[in-house]
Nanobody, 122 residues
Framework: VQLQASGGGLVQAGDSLRLSCAAS????????MGWFRQAPGKEREFAAG????????LYADSVKGRFTISRDNAKNTVYLQMNSLKPEDTAIYYC????????????????WGQGTLVTVSS
């Protein structure tokens, strides 16, 4: 599976941004998708995940209520809508894939995209 993340950029605190991750190479509709992020000097952390059929989502407490993960299986794409962005959301955001059900642990994901940088200024 090849994953291509896009949509990062420089925004101000309080702004919104939508990330996209396009998948190819395997049946996307069988894959759970996750978004992880890694801030400078910190370990990679889970942000959001979505079940293969889109019927269940999972969020880290730090983004709950501000971020929304969604998917369009017809377009082989997963999205991360990020609202009310904070400077502490600054990180490289990675999309990842695994079988069927999302998980919060990065080691449980088999496929990774290259990452897209999100910078939130105060």
């Amino acid at each position: 599976v090849q994953l291509q993340a896009s949509g990062g950029g420089l925004v101000q605190a309080g702004d919104s941004l939508r990330l996209s991750c396009a998948a190819s190479g395997r049946t996307f509709s069988n894959l759970a998708m996750g978004w992880f992020r890694q801030a400078p000097g910190k370990e990679r952390e889970f942000a959001a995940g979505i079940k293969y059929d889109g019927r269940s989502t999972l969020y880290a407490d730090s983004v709950k209520g501000r971020f929304t993960i969604s998917r369009d299986n017809a377009k082989n794409t997963v999205y991360l809508q990020m609202n009310s962005l904070k400077p502490e959301d600054t990180a490289i955001y990675y999309c990842a894939a695994r079988g069927f059900v999302p998980d919060t642990r990065s080691e449980d994901y088999n496929y990774w995209g290259q990452g897209t940088l999100v910078t939130v200024s105060s």
